[in-house]
T-cell receptor, first 116, second 114 residues
C-alpha cells in the first residue's frame, strides 16, 4: 500500500513552459486535492475533486488545470509557468467526514517546483 | 467562512520542556478539528483528531481537547524531545454549504534544543 505518490520530486522550469505534476493514491479515496505551500503562507488549496469526473476550484486556482478521469489519479497541469508558481506542491486524498466535510487527509511527499 | 488561527512561531524549547500550541477557530455547522505535523522535507501527516465536543485526541505523547464552548483545540505535550522539531498545523473540517473544503492554520514551527 503506497498511499499517495507524487512525481516528480523536484522540477525546474523556465517561464512559459508547461508541465504536469502527477498524483496517485491506492486507498480508493473519493476526495483528492492539490495544495501549494509557501513560506509564511501555510497551505493554500488550488483545486479539489470529490469523485471521478468532478473537480472544483480552491483558493488559488489561476494558472492551474486539473482533471479526474479515474479514482486513483489527479494530475495538476501548469499551463504557462510563472515565477510566482515557484512553490512546494502537495497532493492529498481523503474520505468524506461523518458529518460532511472531510476525514483525515493523507498527503504525498511533495513536488518542489522552481520557475526561472 | 470558516477560519483557523494558531499561534505564530517559531516556538523554541529545551528538551523535556512543556509544549502548548494554541488553536482557535470559527466555523458553522459541526466542525471536526485535526492536528497535522510536517517533518523537514516531508508531507503533512495526521498527528491527532477529535470528532465531537470534549473529545480528547492523543498520539505520541501529544494531546488536544476539542472545546466547543471556547472553539479551541490546543495542542500540548508534557515533555518534548529533539525529534519533535517540526511544523504543526491545526486544521478544521466544517462543511460550507455541504462542500468539501477543509481549512488549515498557517502552521507553527517548533524547534527543540538538546
Amino acid at each position: 500500500n503506497a498511499g499517495v505518490t507524487q512525481t516528480p520530486k523536484f522540477q525546474v522550469l523556465k517561464t512559459g513552459q508547461s508541465m504536469t505534476l502527477q498524483c496517485a493514491q491506492d486507498m480508493n479515496h473519493e476526495y483528492m486535492s492539490w495544495y501549494r505551500q509557501d513560506p509564511g503562507m501555510g497551505l493554500r488549496l488550488i483545486h479539489y475533486s470529490v469523485g471521478a469526473g468532478i473537480t472544483d476550484q480552491g483558493e488559488v486556482p489561476n494558472g492551474y488545470n486539473v482533471s479526474r478521469s479515474t479514482t486513483e489519479d489527479f494530475p495538476l497541469r501548469l499551463l504557462s509557468a510563472a515565477p510566482s508558481q515557484t512553490s512546494v506542491y502537495f497532493c492529498a486524498s481523503s474520505t468524506p467526514g461523518l458529518a460532511g466535510g472531510t476525514d483525515t487527509q493523507y498527503f504525498g511527499p511533495g513536488t518542489r517546483l522552481t520557475v526561472l | 467562512g470558516n477560519s483557523v488561527t494558531q499561534m505564530e512561531g517559531p516556538v523554541t524549547l529545551s528538551e523535556e520542556a512543556f509544549l502548548t500550541i494554541n488553536c482557535t477557530y470559527t466555523a458553522t455547522g459541526y466542525p471536526s478539528p485535526f492536528w497535522y505535523v510536517q517533518y523537514p522535507g516531508e508531507g503533512l501527516q495526521l498527528l491527532l483528531k477529535a470528532t465531537k465536543a470534549d473529545d480528547k485526541g492523543s498520539n505520541k505523547g501529544f494531546e488536544a481537547t476539542y472545546r466547543k464552548e471556547t472553539t479551541s483545540f490546543h495542542l500540548e505535550k508534557g515533555s518534548v524531545q529533539v525529534s519533535d522539531s517540526a511544523v504543526y498545523f491545526c486544521a478544521l473540517s466544517a462543511p460550507l454549504g455541504g462542500s468539501y473544503i477543509p481549512t488549515f492554520g498557517r502552521g507553527t514551527s517548533l524547534i527543540v534544543h538538546p
